[in-house]
């Protein structure tokens, strides 16, 4: 879906054609339901069934909730590193610096109400082929790393997006967002470790390559692509409207 998208995109430079963006328009409502199904069944494939005998029918939100923090913090922190670069100077302004920030702010409240509500509902039922899921994730070093999951990734981040001058502020949206990428790869491995190491927590060579390893292949794509178009859709009809943008 994202390459059709960029094809699309990369499309419309060259030829001008409005009609791409009314396409490309009409297919963003059932790709946005495309996305979320594939995530929700991603989660449960790849995560969920870690644990064969627990279940929740809100897993899938609460990792599409994670995955769109993490989207929008990554978007946020690739933006400043190309104008700390000398690119996209005048098209990328302090408003648009704000949207993110709100996003972010956004997005880290939904996240939480998710994890919320699926703890709220396993805690009050209290059946014990749900709780065991927490149990886990209530011992020892695992306790405190939940603990700090509930601090770092709601807590914080709530009080320092609120205010509207940090979301304004380059650098400070910066830290923020490095801060939520951070929060996210710690919720991923609170997700999987526990349900394989229950004696506490392990964080080995294997974690680490893992995540140099994907992020190394992932940056690399990234930034390959990066280079093979302009940065700016040129012709996109929108764009004009775009640079004009101003919150209120």
């Known amino acids: 879906l994202s390459f059709i998208y960029y094809r699309g995109s990369v499309k419309q430079d060259k030829s001008g054609d409005k009609k791409i963006t009314r396409r490309l328009q009409n297919l963003s409502g059932p790709g946005i339901i495309l996305t979320a199904l594939t995530l929700t069944f991603a989660a449960f494939d790849w995560i969920m069934s870690l644990d064969p005998h627990w279940y929740s029918t809100i897993y899938g939100v609460y990792y599409f909730s994670g995955s769109l ?141 893992t995540l140099l390893g994907i992020g190394g292949l992932f940056l690399a794509f990234f930034t390959w692509n990066l280079r093979r178009n302009p940065l700016v859709p040129i012709k996109d009809p929108r764009l004009q409207e775009s640079l004009r943008f101003e919150n209120f």
């Open 69 to 209: 923090v993490a989207i929008f913090a990554f978007l946020s922190i690739s933006i400043i590193a190309m104008q700390s670069a000398g690119l996209l100077e005048g098209v990328v302004t302090t408003e648009h610096y704000h949207d993110l920030g709100k996003l972010l702010f956004g997005f880290t409240v939904f996240w939480t109400y998710i994890a919320f509500s699926q703890y709220f509902l396993i805690w009050y039922a209290n059946i014990p082929e749900e709780t065991l899921w927490y149990a886990h994730r209530s011992v020892g070093s695992w306790q405190k790393m939940t603990t700090f999951m509930a601090v770092g990734h709601f807590v914080l981040p709530f009080f320092y997006f609120l205010t509207r001058s940090t979301k304004r502020h380059r650098f400070a949206l910066l830290v923020g967002a490095m801060w939520m990428l951070m929060m996210h790869f710690i919720d991923m491995y609170w997700l999987v470790a526990p349900s394989l190491h229950h004696e506490g927590v392990v964080f080995g060579l294997i974690d680490v390559t």
